[in-house]
């Protein structure tokens, strides 16, 4: 157990090592960054894997190490719990030396006496053993068998998760209305994958015919929903609804509703050619909607677009924009004009313009059918409104481990709570014509209930003598 602490210190150690360094499962264009940015430390980081922690050479080390001292502490201990449930419980020793001791005689054999004393503990379900003119009798091995149960639960945990992580995956993206999103690497904005997760993907379609959103009177979202439809192979699987806690599963997959956004449909021109045009998303920013448009092929610079949306247009007392109700209403897109160089020969956010090689130049907003006129030919127009929905997809294949996991826990906790392990003696002996009897008692744990409770025998023990004609005594 020693052993299995200092290994979740070193666990620790190490996961706090994978906030404190970029991970290249999560983000590769970070770790790319970083690499440039720190030349010298990169090869030694390179070596210790540094940039996949959780998947390094040493960390998984840690991680079996762990398993093992934990299959070393539990198997010990379950191989003594199977022999102190198949041993007798003894019916040798001095009694008088117990925590718990009574004595006194009875106007009946000895056989009768412990005759009487079986039937009690029976019918308290103790477990029996009569021998030598004693009748042993123990009781709350569910304790120890619920400490090793749950403890057993911990460590079908660990598996859970290893194998939740070594062959799930993770990934999100962003499906405007009337597009479909289809379960390959390449169509996932983010995605985490487990090491031997193989691109294991379904290939299953997903087509998000409309979302709906339900607004309280301050402006908050109170529901919102997707309609979509499922094709697998070319055919229509089902047309189900997916929404905040009412995930989709499919091939064991499953599919939730976790955010939503607008996605203006823009266009742009140049001399009359149609350079860009089409539902562009833009994430949520300091009350705003914020989106980029980039277009290379305007001449005679690159140009890029940082744009606002809004969906409510208003002016406040001093003449100030401000954002009004949260739905369409009065939309407006702000936009601000770069020309240069894009740098899209390197790594960068299709939702961030990066303006280092590229200087301001014109700026305007329009309305819902407006259209801009910019310098060289260029033209802007907000032509359509369209919202996009945002689903996470997860395949854990240790979840149903992980749910066994969790009700062995549950099973095993009770127990460990609320039952203790304790034993009775009944010694009977002949004594001028009646039976001297001998009642003791123990308990390992929580005596001082013990205590009440060995009260509560001998009373019902007496009163059992009595019925079958022993006196009081």
Not at 71 to 82: D, K, N, S, T
Not at 275 to 284: R, S
Not at 338 to 347: E, F, M, Q, S
Request: with cysteine.
């Amino acid at each position: 157990m020693r052993t299995a602490l200092i290994l979740l210190l070193l666990i620790a150690a190490g996961a706090s090592l994978g906030s404190l360094f970029p991970q290249r499962p999560i983000n590769p264009a970070t770790v790319s960054q970083w690499i440039t940015r720190n030349r010298g430390w990169a090869p030694i980081a390179e070596k210790l894997g540094l940039f996949d922690v959780f998947g390094s050479w040493w960390f998984m080390g840690i991680y079996g190490l762990l398993l093992i001292s934990l299959i070393g502490c539990i198997l010990p201990r379950w191989r003594a719990f199977v022999r102190v449930l198949r041993a007798r419980p003894r019916t040798e020793g001095t009694l008088s030396v117990q925590p718990q001791y009574r004595s006194g005689t009875v106007a009946l054999t000895p056989d009768a006496a412990l005759t009487g004393a079986e039937r009690v503990l029976r019918s308290k379900r103790f477990r029996l053993v009569r021998a030598d003119g004693t009748v042993a009798a123990e009781k709350g091995h569910l304790r120890e068998g619920g400490s090793l149960l749950f403890h057993t639960a911990f460590l079908v945990l660990l598996l859970g998760m290893s194998i939740g992580k070594l062959f799930g995956f993770t990934g999100q993206v962003a499906v405007i209305e009337g597009e479909r999103f289809t379960d390959t690497h390449i169509d996932y904005d983010s995605i985490t994958e487990g090491r031997y997760f193989n691109e294991h993907f379904r290939g299953f379609q997903i087509v998000l015919d409309r979302f709906d959103v339900q607004w309280y009177p301050d402006g908050v979202p109170k529901t919102y929903k997707s309609s979509v439809r499922l094709f697998d192979g070319g055919k229509l699987i089902e047309s189900p609804t997916i929404q905040v806690n009412h995930p989709l599963t499919y091939r064991g997959v499953r599919i939730y509703q976790i955010s939503w956004g607008w996605a203006p449909v823009i266009k742009i021109t140049q001399h009359g050619k149609v350079l860009f045009d089409g539902p562009t998303i833009f994430l949520p920013q300091q009350g705003l909607w914020h989106g980029v448009a980039k277009i290379p092929e305007t001449t005679p610079l690159q140009t890029g677009f940082d744009m606002s949306f809004l969906p409510d247009f208003e002016r406040d007392a001093n003449g100030n924009v401000v954002a009004g109700s949260p739905q369409a209403i009065r939309p407006v897109l702000a936009f601000q004009q770069y020309v240069g160089d894009l740098g899209l020969t390197t790594a960068q956010s299709v939702y961030e313009l990066d303006t280092i090689r590229m200087t301001p130049a014109e700026s305007g907003a329009i309305g819902m059918g407006g259209v801009s006129t910019l310098p060289n030919g260029i033209e802007v127009s907000l032509t359509g409104l369209k919202k996009y929905s945002v689903f996470e997809l997860a395949s854990n294949p240790g979840a149903p481990i992980l749910l066994l996991a969790a009700v062995l826990i549950l099973v095993g906790l009770i127990p460990a709570l609320y039952s203790s392990r304790r034993r009775i003696w009944v010694r009977a002996a002949p004594h001028n014509g009646v039976a001297h009897l001998e009642i003791a008692g123990q308990a390992m744990q929580r005596k001082a209930a013990f205590e009440e409770e060995f009260k509560t025998f001998v009373r019902d023990l007496d009163k059992d003598l009595h019925r079958i004609g022993a006196p009081d005594g």
